[in-house]
């Protein structure tokens, strides 16, 4: 059926928990299970470890003190309202110019992969973010006025110097988590086919699949998590969120997230053994794998039809690819040989300057991102009570979000352009119905 997401595992609430339902098709083990992972993603964490089975071991700097703080109902977060609000759903990656050894982004010698904002009792906070906005003006074709805001950064609060001229920074909302075990499982090769990073067939898109170190299996792999896809699975994408955001050590990452320079970060460890034990870390992947995609709404309204196919004819399709299917053998097996309609095909495409972070991370350029998912993103405003997408939270709405498409999308945003004020509406309907 058209009104399907992800078959059938395909939720139906339109709820503020419309994020938040798992797949139908789960047995009682796995709904216990679940039960469990949902308490630990949103139960508050403590710092000062002493592993006794608490939910202790946060930081000692950290940005979060639970998972739902960022991914708020399961949902996506939002840039701070005003320039004296702290963030609360969003970080900054930090890098400087180079490799890891691994091929990632190598991190700042001081402040690490992301700036902390927050330190347990006797361990300082690293700094804080700050974020004005400077409007720039623009019209369709037919005169209707627009307005894009676009994000200036600053740091402050630094207590350990400042971050240095070559500092390479990417500011990041926490994305909604519904339907990741199913983008999960969808097979390599499926991926890979999709793939056209030479541009061959002449259509100006060229995306392009991200190779990412797994710590688990000691290897590389494709991406296919966060902003730029690079995270292999969901197994090290929890174990790496707990650790880069909460400090949380788990078997995947033992190791404090306390950079040479902090001693205090440093004097505060207690324990060796993980903060987040594998048992522990299993239920949270379970969780995640296990959230169904709402159903699509409206799909009956001339509105919607129209605007999807404004949607085709336009070139958004072409890396909003509608149509994936699931494996046969996927970590979780419910999972397994579903038709989706996730909106993406997982690769990486050039989305401009405007857009760019001029921070590399793997294969993905300073201009590359990977193809967000679009399915669920109409119930955005009713759960997260926000109207703010893209990787930064900058468009405030759905058609600012398109109108900073450029590189690979330019043609398609320019086509927006020239639509007319009906076109338009109808094409936000069909967003809005997703």
């Known amino acids: 059926m058209a009104g399907l997401s992800a078959g059938i595992a395909t939720t139906f609430s339109r709820s503020r928990e419309a994020f938040s339902a798992p797949i139908s098709t789960l047995n009682q083990d796995r709904l216990r299970a679940f039960a469990l992972g949902r308490k630990l993603f949103r139960i508050r964490w403590s710092g000062r470890s002493t592993v006794r089975g608490g939910f202790d071991g946060l930081g000692p700097t950290f940005n979060r003190n639970t998972c739902s703080g960022c991914h708020l109902k399961d949902g996506r977060g939002q840039p701070p309202a005003s320039v004296d609000k702290p ?135 494709i991406g296919r998590f966060g902003w730029k896809a690079n995270t292999p699975n969901l197994y090290t994408q929890v174990a790496a969120a707990a650790h880069g955001d909460m400090g949380l050590t788990t078997s995947v990452f033992p190791q404090d997230n306390c950079p040479t320079a902090q001693t205090a970060c440093a004097e505060a460890h207690i324990a060796d053994a993980p903060e987040l034990d594998d048992a522990r870390l299993e239920t949270l992947v379970l969780y995640a794998r296990s959230l169904g995609v709402p159903a699509k709404r409206d799909i ?28 046969s053998d996927p970590a979780l097996p419910e999972l397994a040989n579903i038709t989706i309609q996730p909106y993406t095909d997982l690769l990486l495409h050039d989305m401009g300057e405007g857009l760019a972070d001029g921070r590399p991370d793997y294969a993905a350029s300073g201009r590359e991102w990977r193809t967000p998912p679009l399915w669920g993103i109409g119930l955005v405003q009713r759960v997260n009570m926000h109207n703010n997408f893209l990787h930064d939270g900058r468009a405030r709405g759905l058609m600012e979000a398109v109108l900073w498409h450029g590189g690979e999308a330019q043609i398609a945003r320019d086509a927006v352009i020239e639509l007319s004020r009906s076109d338009r509406d109808a094409l936000l309907a069909f967003l809005a119905s997703l």
Request: aromatic share 6%; charged share 20%; hydrophobic share 35%.
């Open 87 to 221: 963030m609360q759903s969003m970080l900054v990656r930090l890098s400087v110019p180079g490799e890891s050894a691994h091929g990632g982004p190598l991190p700042h010698p001081v402040y690490g992969g992301q700036l902390q904002d927050k330190g347990i009792v006797g361990v300082p906070r690293e700094g804080r973010v700050t974020i004005e906005y400077r409007e720039i003006t623009g019209s369709f074709a037919d005169g209707e006025p627009f307005s894009l805001r676009q994000p200036v950064y600053a740091f402050g609060d630094l207590q350990h110097g400042p971050v240095g001229e070559d500092v390479l920074v990417s500011p990041r909302v926490a994305p909604a988590i519904y339907g990741l075990g199913l983008l999960e499982a969808v097979d390599q090769a499926t991926i890979e086919a999709s793939a056209d990073p030479d541009d061959a067939d002449s259509d100006g898109i060229s995306g392009r699949v991200n190779r990412v170190w797994d710590p688990v299996t000691g290897q590389q792999a």
């Open 300 to 327: 009956h309204d001339p509105a919607t039809h129209r605007g999807a196919e404004i949607f085709d004819d336009i070139g958004c399709a072409a890396c909003h690819t509608l149509i994936l299917a699931t494996g």
